[in-house]
């Protein structure tokens, strides 16, 4: 397997995206809510699919109030879709979650970034038993 084959298959697909509006509401209703020092996370179990045949789904809120650039927030976005990409095989595929930047400024580096947001999906019970 070449490494255009491996990143294919841990890509975030579209279907995997939290897209409407409604869809947030509903994980912000319904999920379970875990607050980092630079990230806000919501789990919500997702009724839509049972068993194991799912994926999870991922929405990422990133406003103009952590940084009024877009450079700056595209960055945010980045580092956050990337822990996900990396981390989604010991996510339970029946979750869909949402992850709010909170702190204002440039986004911190990936590590720390990726320590918080994998501390925060345990704590909202988001990763599987057998991952933990």
């Known amino acids: ?3 255009a084959d491996a ?9 995997q995206r939290l897209r409407t509006q409604s869809e947030f ?4 209703r319904h999920g379970r809510f875990a ?26 809120i990133v406003s103009r109030k952590t ?9 945010w976005k980045r580092r956050i879709r990337e822990v996900l990409r990396c981390n989604q095989a010991c996510l339970k595929p029946t979750v869909s979650i949402v992850v709010q930047a909170r702190q204002p400024g440039v986004a911190p580096a990936y590590h720390i970034i990726k320590e918080e947001l994998m501390s925060l999906l345990s704590r909202a019970e988001a990763i599987q038993e057998s991952s933990r």
């Open 67 to 75: 940084n009024k650039r877009a450079v700056a927030r595209n960055g």
């Open 35 to 60: 607050r980092g020092k630079a990230l806000n996370l919501w789990v919500r179990e997702n009724a839509l699919i049972t068993g194991k045949s799912g994926h999870p789904r991922f929405g990422i």
């Open 1 to 3: 397997m070449n490494h």
């Open 25 to 28: 509401q509903a994980v912000f």
């Open 7 to 15: 990143i294919s298959q841990t890509r975030l697909r579209p279907e």
